[in-house]
């Protein structure tokens, strides 16, 4: 009975132990999300925003527009960076500057102009 107790101690040890780490590394993680729109208030379904670094060069990351002009880009380590909105091939705005922070999303939301 005193081993099975020593291993039941044992592996919920290794679980915490996991758990404490993957908490302490997805708190080094933001992201950055929000709402893309037309000047009308029509939603950009299918736009898309890529996030690149500015503080580190070659991390690049995009994400699509949902139905209802929603976009999140998850599990970005902390620091600064640059989104850029595109329409197919055509860029129509961009952010720069943007600091993310741990454990939470930075809301970018971009409204597209309507000629």
């Known amino acids: 009975m005193h081993l099975c107790f020593y291993s039941f101690m044992q592996a919920a040890l290794r679980l915490m132990g996991t758990f404490v780490l993957t908490a302490g590394a997805w708190a080094q993680m933001g ?12 939603v950009a379904k299918g736009a898309v925003v890529e996030v690149e670094r500015e ?24 620091g600064v960076y640059r989104l850029v909105l595109s329409l197919g091939t055509r860029v129509v705005d961009s952010a720069d500057h943007v600091q993310t922070h741990p454990g939470t999303t930075t809301p970018i939301n971009f409204v597209i102009k309507i000629p």
Do not use: F, M, Q, W
């Not at 992201?31 to 029509?42: D, E, L, Q, R, T």
């Open 55 to 78: 503080d580190v060069k070659g991390e690049h990351k995009s994400a699509k527009t949902d139905k209802h002009g929603r976009y999140l880009l998850g599990g970005l380590p902390i």
């Open 31 to 42: 992201a950055i999300g929000g709402a893309v729109k037309y000047s009308n208030g029509a």
